[in-house]
């Protein structure tokens, strides 16, 4: 594992979208890099559709 994350993206993220596929599939791809969940998930109701937000954070991974 690297000490920090590929391509440059930060350490903390907070990912949001409308609660579906292609928002599980970017916290998927994020654990995937390497990064690991941060806190509970968020949700609210925008009038339209359920918005979800999720922390994740690059380990701190000193030798």
């Known amino acids: 594992m690297h000490d920090l994350?590929?391509?440059?993206?930060?350490?903390?993220?907070?990912?949001?979208?409308?609660?579906?596929?292609t928002f599980c599939h970017r916290v998927s791809e994020a654990l995937a890099l390497g990064y690991e969940l941060y806190g509970s998930p968020a949700a609210t109701f925008n009038g339209d559709h359920v918005v979800v937000a999720q922390a994740i954070l690059w380990p701190n991974r000193k030798r």
Request: hydrophobic share 25%.
């Open 5 to 21: 994350p590929p391509d440059g993206l930060p350490r903390y993220r907070l990912l949001t979208g409308k609660d579906d596929a």
